[in-house]
């Protein structure tokens, strides 16, 4: 996932870091690709925590907690939350979550482009693409 992830940063031309964790929200794997911010290596993980918290893509839980929103406020909650696109939860064959992979160093887009290439591989492995 790592690979994959740091190959689409590559392609778009954005250093990033990258998170990946298990279902606990605990680190399994990172990379800070050379020149990305120091300061996202925290919000990469906060990403991955929080789509692991939610069960649900980062910007998903947005929704909830935008002004106006029903939960004003959630991101204030467990620590701090990273409620911007950039993380999406791993899942196994029957949907549990189990693991996450955060993404920070571009813009929100680019973030969420290269988590989507480290879980797209995943998908590659378990059906032999």
């Given amino acids: 996932m790592i ?30 690709m050379d020149g990305a911010l120091l300061g996202s290596i925290e919000i990469a993980q906060k990403k991955a925590r929080t789509a692991i ?10 929704e909830f907690c935008k002004p106006g ?23 196994d064959a029957v949907g549990t979550v189990i693991g996450a992979v955060g993404v920070s160093g571009g813009t929100v887009q680019q973030d969420f ?7 797209a591989i995943t998908s590659k492995q378990s059906t032999g693409g």
């Fill in 53 to 62: 918290l939610f069960e649900m893509n980062t910007e998903s839980v947005f």
């Fill in 113 to 119: 482009s290269v988590a989507e290439a480290a879980i």
């Fill in 3 to 32: 690979a994959a992830g740091k190959q689409k940063a590559v392609a778009i031309g954005v250093p990033v870091n990258i998170v990946v964790t298990d279902q606990g929200g605990f680190l399994k794997a990172f990379a800070r």
């Fill in 69 to 91: 929103a029903p939960a004003f406020g959630l991101e204030q909650t467990n620590g701090g939350l990273a409620v911007f696109a950039g993380r999406i939860p791993l899942r």
